[in-house]
């Protein structure tokens, strides 16, 4: 399997992003995922367990966001 990237054209970055807070009162830790791509290329992804507590599935969803543009910052 390998990337295929054509010249002279010109492919967006795009990327996708979730979270899910838990339902597990055994392990409160909420996990988040994104991926990002160019074309139909991906180039990054992650799937892991957020490093704090979120008090919602609104918070969860949100620093989720801000680690994945963390990621888009330092992919550009």
Do not use: H
Not at 25 to 48: K, L, M, Q
Not at 56 to 61: F, L, N, P, Q, R
């Amino acid at each position: 399997m390998a990337l295929l990237y054509r010249a002279r054209v010109t492919e967006q970055l795009a990327g996708y992003t979730d979270a899910d807070w838990p339902g597990n009162a055994n392990d409160p830790t909420s996990t988040f995922e994104y991926t990002f791509s160019i074309g139909s290329a991906a180039i990054a992804w992650s799937s892991r367990k957020q490093p704090t507590l979120a008090l919602s599935s609104t918070e969860a969803k949100y620093r989720g966001v801000i680690i994945a543009t963390c990621e888009v910052i330092w992919l550009k």
